[in-house]
């Protein structure tokens, strides 16, 4: 099978499209046909060699797939299944989904919802369904459409992009900051009410501020997640996923003492089963295809690896869907 390798030997890191012995697959209970995988954060990451997201060597790259399943001895899954998934330590300490096939536990995979191809599965990713769940976290802590405005942060990458789709058609004047004032439009049409330059975020701020969101989809961390907070109305949530400005939180307790701002961390990897599939089910509802087909680029598995240092670069809009075959 054809795969984006990631090597680390005395000679340096290597990342490359290499023909692989299906016999390496390592041990899981479901075999799938790979059809579509995605780049993430984490993906880009691991495949620059930029954070030690890698913790075995060699490895598969590829948090997400979606395909067809060849052969299981899980109950749950016969051959002809169309699957979906998303992280698990894959792509970390487990053979990922940037390859022609993966041998996978049954444990960690959803089945496809009808309303998706498995290319559609791909544009959403992990980085869709995370912004799924961040919209779980507000809607369980009582915010709703009528509550206020909901702040996007990152707009314009993978999370911010499928929140703001999302949020919108679910009634919310959205908000999103972004760092590239050119991507106005696109996210307008992805329903964003009014867009901010992240440089009002991105600063140390006070501890408080004017209380303007009534919901936070935070996807930078750091100085941008602080201010966030500190401009979060009383009793609102803040729904934290991300770290792409930095893993700090450079705050204080008093919004949450002084005004029970909630802060939801959002964990996408380990996330149980029947939240995932909660997940699924409500993007299959609430996700405009429309919408999704616009933030969609589709690269072949040979620029991948390309693909992933743009990426990091910050010079990628929306998502990326790798055509496997």
């Not at 395909?67 to 053979?95: A, R």
Request: proline share 4%.
């Amino acid at each position: 099978m054809r795969a984006l390798l990631l090597q680390k030997t005395d000679a340096g890191f290597s990342a490359s499209i290499q023909s692989v012995d299906t016999a390496q697959l390592p041990a899981g209970d479901v075999r799938i046909a790979v059809e579509y995988s995605t780049l993430n954060y984490k993906d880009g990451l691991a495949i620059t060699n930029k954070s030690p997201v890698v913790r075995a060597w060699p490895m598969v790259a590829g948090i997400d797939g979606a395909g067809v399943v060849l052969e299981s001895s899980h109950p749950d899954f016969k051959p002809g299944d169309k699957v979906v998934h998303n992280g698990w330590g894959v792509g970390e300490v487990h053979w990922g989904c940037l390859a022609e096939e993966a041998r996978l536990k049954g444990d960690w995979l959803v089945r496809l919802p009808a309303a998706f191809s498995t290319r559609q599965a791909m544009a959403i990713g992990t980085a869709g369904y995370t912004a799924m769940l961040c919209v779980l976290a507000l809607e369980r802590n009582g915010v709703s459409s009528a509550s206020g405005e909901i702040l996007v942060t990152g707009a314009t990458g993978g999370v911010g992009s499928v929140a703001v789709a999302l949020l919108s058609r679910l009634g919310f004047k959205v908000v999103a900051a972004t760092g590239k004032a050119s991507e106005a439009d696109y996210l307008t049409r992805l329903g964003a009410s009014a867009i901010i330059d992240r440089q009002e975020l991105s600063a140390p701020g006070k501890p408080l501020q004017k209380e303007r969101w009534a919901g936070v989809v935070d996807a930078v961390g750091s100085h941008t997640l602080t201010n966030a907070i500190a401009q979060t109305r009383y009793g609102g949530t803040v729904a934290a996923c991300g770290l792409a400005q930095g893993a700090d939180l450079p705050g204080t307790v008093m919004p949450f003492i002084l005004r029970s701002v909630i802060l939801a961390g959002v964990d996408s990897v380990m996330a149980p089963l029947a939240l995932r599939k909660q997940a699924w089910d409500r993007l299959a509802h609430d996700l405009d295809p429309s919408l999704l087909e616009s933030m969609i680029e589709e690269i072949s598995l040979d620029q991948a690896p390309e693909k992933a240092a743009l990426l990091m670069a910050g010079q990628v809009r929306g998502r990326i869907v790798v055509k496997v075959k």
